[in-house]
């Protein structure tokens, strides 16, 4: 065998090592979804989201939100009968729970332009291939005329190229991706 064979039988080797151990999704999901998600082109106009804390009905993909001692939250994501006011539901049916920290940021919207289903809500949508996302910071508990609530900082983006909108994956690989700043 060859210098050049050697070098080449070491490096395959050597990659087939990494890629077992850190696990083959996890790259397979760091190039799918992270680095479209990093690299995303954020809006400048960020807005503030409220939700009660006994509320029963949350926003976009969160079904369930419950505080945990240290003010941060258990939030589970799903279907949640989400609809626009057009008929538009962007989530398919899916279950993902995580605790989130004060101040994490993670996705809670993704439209998936490539889709005929979505492109029938979404008419003037020119550039197919970016992907629309919104993420959410969590900023902690709030209270409003007495009424406990948690606080969010909503900002919306676009990939700068065609990323998939696969439930839980695209929000497992989100989280603190990007940074957010509430204004």
Excluded at 50 to 68: G, Q, V, W
Aim: overall charge negative.
């Amino acid at each position: 065998m060859n210098k050049k064979n050697k070098i080449i039988l070491i490096t395959t080797i050597a990659s087939v090592v990494i890629l077992t151990s850190i696990g083959f999704p996890s790259v397979y999901n760091y190039y799918v979804y992270t680095i479209p998600i990093k690299n995303a082109i954020l809006d400048i106009n960020g807005h503030y989201d409220y939700s009660p804390i006994n509320a029963t009905k949350h926003m976009m993909s969160i079904e369930k939100i419950s505080l945990l001692p240290d003010n941060s939250i258990n939030v589970q994501f799903g279907e949640n009968d989400y609809e626009w006011s057009n008929g538009y539901k962007p989530f398919p049916e899916f279950s993902y729970s995580t605790n989130i920290k004060v101040n994490d940021v993670f996705l809670i919207m993704c439209h998936d332009y490539k889709k005929e289903s979505t492109l029938e809500f979404f008419p003037d949508i020119k550039d197919v291939d970016k992907t629309g996302i919104d993420f959410l910071q969590y900023l902690g508990i709030i209270t409003e005329n007495g009424n406990r609530e948690y606080k969010f900082y909503h900002v919306s983006a676009r990939t700068q190229n065609y990323m998939p909108c696969n439930f839980p994956e695209v929000i497992d690989n989100s989280f603190n991706v990007v940074k957010i700043q509430d204004k």
